[in-house]
């Protein structure tokens, strides 16, 4: 089955020790996103990637950086976790950004991050 | 202005109940409007699309678009236990196609 898979589903790291989360998909869309969830609160857009097109959203931190080495995966690198950061983090794709039924976004199961 | 907003909830239905959830959205320019199921601590499934006016029905969901009062609404019929979720509604921006969420509605089906 076509899919959007994450890695790992729990990540443990240590105050300010990097970390990388690692998404994947199979259904060929052109479109990556990786969002922000902390508890109760609606996922929180990080940035995206439109093929090799990167675009920040104006609040991410520094900290938080973004790589697409090929259409399938995408990778969400932490460079300094700190306290704030622990989240569950969704990785989501679409086939374009907009446009009739095609701007439907379909969320991998995420990855929940604690900082110790 | 929130650019989606949802009733805030929680709501508790008895099993066999239909279960209304309500969302109302301030960009005119929004083209496509989405429903999504959250089980706590799991993520957004999608639910149901909708892009034109009227009803969309699916099994047991159905939505309910209303561009001219920036409404979008979603049924939930013979609600069971395992419908217990957080619902999040979410349009994309006419601006920029990024997608805006309501805060989401909780939703508990008692048996």
């Known amino acids: 089955d076509a899919m959007v898979i994450q890695n790992p589903r729990y990540q443990v790291t240590q105050f300010g020790k990097p970390v990388t989360l690692s998404c994947s998909q199979t259904?060929?869309?052109?479109?990556m996103y990786w969002y922000q969830q902390k508890s109760s609160q609606a996922p929180k857009l990080l940035f995206h990637y439109y093929d090799k097109d990167f675009n920040n959203e104006a609040d991410t931190p520094d900290n938080f950086q973004s790589r697409r080495p090929n259409t399938s995966f995408c990778f969400l690198d932490i460079r300094s976790p700190g306290l704030g950061d622990a989240a569950m983090y969704l990785c989501?794709?679409?086939?374009?950004?907009?446009?009739?039924?095609?701007?439907?976004?379909?969320f991998g199961p995420g990855t929940r991050l604690t900082v110790l | 202005q929130k650019e989606v907003e949802q009733n805030s909830g929680p709501l508790s239905v008895p099993e066999g109940a239909i279960a209304s959830l309500n969302c109302t959205y301030s960009d005119r320019g929004s083209q496509s409007f989405f429903w999504y199921r959250q089980y706590s601590g799991k993520s957004p499934e999608l639910i149901m699309s909708?892009?034109?006016?009227g009803d969309k029905e699916d099994g047991r969901f159905t939505a309910q678009l209303n561009k001219a009062s920036q409404y979008v609404s979603l049924l939930i019929r013979d609600s069971q236990p395992s419908d217990s979720a957080t619902y999040l509604c979410?349009?994309?921006?006419?601006?920029?196609?990024?997608?805006?969420f309501g805060a989401g509605t909780t939703v508990t089906v008692r048996a």
């Open positions: 259904l060929n869309h052109n479109v």
């Open positions: 979410a349009a994309p921006r006419s601006n920029d196609y990024k997608l805006s």
């Open positions: 989501a794709t679409s086939r374009a950004l907009a446009g009739t039924e095609t701007d439907t976004q379909y």
């Open positions: 909708i892009y034109s006016n």
